[in-house]
């Protein structure tokens, strides 16, 4: 009898902006590698806030990150990785879910972090489907700017301007639903 191969997970970290997603990797990426197992990191390339080839939280935190433009990058990068880790997860394409399925299929846990709602409230690009096909969520809040309730949404403080919705602090802020405003339908991007 032949043993069955090792099965991977796939876990979504999902959340409003400032909820500590990216932090909450960059603790998983540190454990990980403190017991020896091996790591790939991935990010959309898009998001080169704080540095091209680093995860980073707003708190200053980073971790090396390589920087991709499609989910079909990561598996050739990851090959042999025990831990498949992929930031700002909302960015990819709709291929991403199954990329991670077939991670995990070959034996790798995959850790995706994102937005699970964009700047109007509405869900963002691949995480519907990353949720109906995790094997584990955590939802993560953060303190409303306006209320202090608890948020889970991401209101845009600056004017949606040209294509790139990428931002942080003095662009963004965690809302409550009561406080939240959505930008006009017709800005959507």
Request: charged letters at 25%.
């Amino acid at each position: 009898m032949h043993a069955k191969p090792r099965q991977g997970e796939v876990e979504l970290i999902c959340g409003c902006m400032f909820s500590g997603k990216s932090g909450m990797l960059i603790s998983r990426i540190t454990a990980a590698r403190s017991r020896g197992l091996s790591v790939a990191a991935f990010k959309h390339a898009s998001d080169d806030r704080y540095a091209r080839t680093r995860i980073a939280a707003h708190d200053g935190r980073s971790c090396e990150a390589v920087p991709v433009e499609h989910s079909g990058q990561i598996p050739a990068a990851a090959r042999g990785a025990r831990l498949v880790v992929i930031d700002e997860a909302q960015f990819f394409d709709a291929g991403l879910p199954e990329v991670c399925r077939s991670l995990a299929e070959g034996g790798a846990d995959v850790l995706l972090a994102g937005l699970d709602l964009d700047a109007w409230g509405l869900p963002f690009g691949p995480m519907p489907a990353l949720e109906g096909m995790a094997d584990r969520i955590t939802r993560l809040h953060a303190i409303c700017a306006v209320c202090g309730a608890r948020a889970d949404r991401t209101q845009r403080i600056a004017p949606v301007e040209g294509r790139s919705m990428v931002g942080g602090p003095g662009a963004y802020e965690p809302r409550c639903a009561a406080c939240f405003v959505a930008p006009p339908a017709a800005l959507r991007r």
